[in-house]
């Protein structure tokens, strides 16, 4: 841990653990998503930035293809992180939920607060790092980001066949639903007991404390946190890096 000669980070420091395992099968044919570069580097180096900007983050455990441990490690050796930040790579597993839990094993002792961040959210702001590393210490277990939504959400009865048409089951009100994004934010202990006792598919972590019964509330989420999921939202990425580099030199 003080490999650079640092103090060791209090346990009000938080870790997190950045999912970047994935193949970006949505994406499109090329390398897996979270090497993609955006404005020259990798996804996943603006989702390490991301992370270390917050001066409350001491430590990210970076979750690698499995083939591609070493790759990401120079990676990460060669992109300078503020020298409060230490980092760990680890390789992932077949779902996020497994890689999640693969890097939640590789967390060392010492760190009461630990956030999970998407390395396909590169451009998150500080500012909503911060609001669920606070709201977390001051005690809630589960924290999102949440933002409300645009589109009317339509429930339906998924057709076997893609494409097909599909009917409609219901129409939850809008006004009551919010899209979630990350990081999200845990008390370890509550966290570390999610991913031991809940089984099943989950596309979020908040969802398996849910299933605990433990309390999980949401902060403001920001339009930048967005996913890049498909190729337009490399466009968007792109120019909002663009708007950025424009207007602070970022
Ligand atoms: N992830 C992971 N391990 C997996 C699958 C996903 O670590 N086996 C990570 C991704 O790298 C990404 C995050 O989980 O940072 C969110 O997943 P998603 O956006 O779905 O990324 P991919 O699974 O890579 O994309 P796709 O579903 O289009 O293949
Ligand atoms: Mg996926």
Redesign the pocket.
């Known amino acids: 841990m003080s490999s650079k000669g640092r103090p060791a980070p209090s346990a009000a420091h938080a870790a997190v653990v ?10 499109g044919p090329g390398a ?3 090497l993609r570069t955006l404005g020259g580097t990798p996804m996943l180096i603006h989702a390490v930035r991301a992370m270390a900007a917050s001066r409350h983050v001491a430590l990210v455990v970076v ?1 690698a293809p499995s083939d591609g441990v070493a790759e990401v490690r120079s990676l990460l050796d060669s992109h300078a992180l503020p020298e409060r930040t230490d980092f760990l790579v680890v390789p ?5 939920q ?3 839990r693969l890097g939640l094993e590789a967390l060392p002792a010492g760190h009461e607060v630990v956030l999970v961040h ?3 959210r590169p451009l998150v702001p500080v500012d909503t790092v911060d609001a669920v590393i606070e709201t977390v210490r001051d005690g809630a277990p589960a924290v999102v980001p949440a933002l409300p939504l645009a589109d009317t959400v339509k429930e339906v009865e998924p057709a076997a066949v893609d494409g097909e048409p599909e009917p409609v089951v219901a129409t939850p009100a809008r006004a009551r639903l919010r899209a979630v994004q990350t990081p999200q934010g845990f008390d370890r202990t509550a966290l570390l007991r999610a991913h031991k006792e809940v089984d099943g598919e989950v596309t979020d972590d908040a969802s398996m404390v849910e299933r605990l019964g433990l309390r999980v509330v949401t902060v403001p989420g920001h339009e930048e946190a967005f ?3 498909r190729p337009l939202d490399l466009v968007l990425a792109e120019a909002v890096l663009a708007r950025r580099r424009r207007n602070d030199g970022f």
Do not use: C, H
């Open positions: 950045i999912p970047a395992a994935g193949r970006g099968v949505r994406l897996p998503k979270a979750v992932g597993g077949e779902t996020r497994e890689s999640v998407d390395a396909a996913k890049v999921t």
